[in-house]
């Protein structure tokens, strides 16, 4: 069973940063890519960015300049460094692991439940 559990969400005034984090638990022989999306209330899950597994990134237009992702692939855990935030940003962070290679075989996608960044003043 592969988990992935999110951390780092929270409250945090324009202009400011927030670093997420998210490890992905179990017997994971390998993970193709991970990455974050996000969703606002009322609207749509989209990609923020994603880190595959050989270091190819891909960001939102709306984050490029702003945030960081990073992958630790020995640990399983991919990072997004969020500066400069905007209340534009507020949504709820979902983590996202593709191509998982586990003991018990091949997950094409697994998430995490999500954590709440909130840019307010």
């Known amino acids: 069973q592969v988990q992935l559990v999110e951390s780092g969400g929270g409250l945090v005034q324009p202009g400011g940063s927030l670093r997420l984090s998210c490890a992905a638990s179990?017997?994971?022989?390998?993970?193709?890519?991970m990455g974050w999306y996000r969703q606002a209330p009322g609207k749509q899950r989209d990609l923020v960015a994603s880190?595959?597994?050989?270091?190819?990134?891909n960001y939102s237009d709306s984050v490029k300049g702003r945030f960081t992702i990073s992958r630790d692939n020995a640990k399983n855990t991919v990072y997004l460094q969020m500066s400069s935030l905007k209340p534009e940003d507020t949504a709820v962070y979902y983590c996202?692991?593709?191509?998982?290679?586990?003991?018990?075989?091949?997950?094409?996608?697994?998430w995490g439940q999500g954590t709440l960044v909130t840019v307010s003043s």
């Open positions: 179990g017997s994971i022989f390998s993970i193709y890519s």
């Open positions: 996202n692991a593709d191509g998982v290679r586990t003991a018990a075989g091949y997950r094409a996608a697994v």
């Open positions: 880190i595959t597994d050989g270091g190819s990134i």
